[in-house]
């Protein structure tokens, strides 16, 4: 079967196939991680060693099943479509050289953009819900609370080690995975079907916020993949994306472990919510980073993209 057999396929056609790729790939997967999670572990199904979490066996548990299951969700869907959707000789999910000092600006921002991103995050947490929507205010409000819970103990590192595979699992993977998924293929996707770039890049961005299934901190993470979508339509290298998502998954996992060794305070998580000079300043930092590579990465993808898409895209 040669590469690029249904590149001709119309957007929602390529969705629905990238679609049932996604559920065949997890499923699988799921059940290998469960397989050797169980051999590594002892750990079964239907056991309340789950949900004992100072348990050590259920967060090498938790871990072996992370890895499998952002492999068959994040990694094979992407691979599949590259020999589907690209067309012979395309970079379909644009692993292209580039300079380094993007490179170099692409994760700059991720830490200048931490008070505004903070920001977000504590705007998110105020919104409130109707008072006819209040039951599912208080799902929304448990279902955070118990995953920052098990976040907590999935991050704690009581050596370098430990540090590391966590930098593997939590910063790593996925922004590899995601990555590939989000940006190197639905955002091309979606973009295909809209005829307009923007578009393509705000509906990916919702729906890479929207699966974390994090209601309250929904808005700052749509804010990133929104960042995400423009730095690969600029500058035409996926690099970019995978450098920012790496840096920003990465600083939360060190000052995760570093608030924990007590070395720094963890007032961090609050930085430019209580100062205004700090927003505004990363607000403006921001935006003269993105201009920078809007202006000087050429915009190479937005003319790839005007070539390979069935009709002509409109970018405003």
Sequence with gaps: MKKGIISGMSGSGKLGILLLIIIVSTLIMGALGLAVAYLKTGIGLNTSVLMDYNNPDTITYMKIMQIFQAIGLFIIPPAFAIFLFGKKGENYLQFRKTNLLFILVAGSLMIVALPLINWFAEFNQALILPDFL????????????????????????????????????????????????????????????????????????????????????????????????????????????????FVNNGTAVIIGYLTDKGSISSDVDTIGTNNFVYIIGSFILVSTGMYYLKVKAENRFEQELLNTTEQTIEIK
Excluded: C
Aim: hydrophobic content about 55%.
């Design 134 to 245: 209040s039951g599912i205010g208080q799902w929304m409000h448990e279902s955070e609370a118990s995953a920052a819970k098990i976040t907590e103990y999935f991050l704690k590192a009581d050596n370098i080690p430990t540090l590391l595979l966590n930098l593997f699992i939590m910063a790593l993977l996925p922004a590899f995975g995601e990555e590939m998924l989000f940006r190197g293929v639905l955002q091309r996707i979606f973009i295909q079907m809209s005829k307009n770039i923007h578009i393509g890049i705000w509906i990916t961005a919702f729906l890479f916020s929207a699966i974390h299934m994090q209601f309250f901190t929904f808005l700052p993470r749509f804010f990133m993949g929104a960042m995400f979508g423009y730095m690969l339509v600029w500058s035409g290298s996926i690099w970019l994306t995978i450098t920012a998502h």
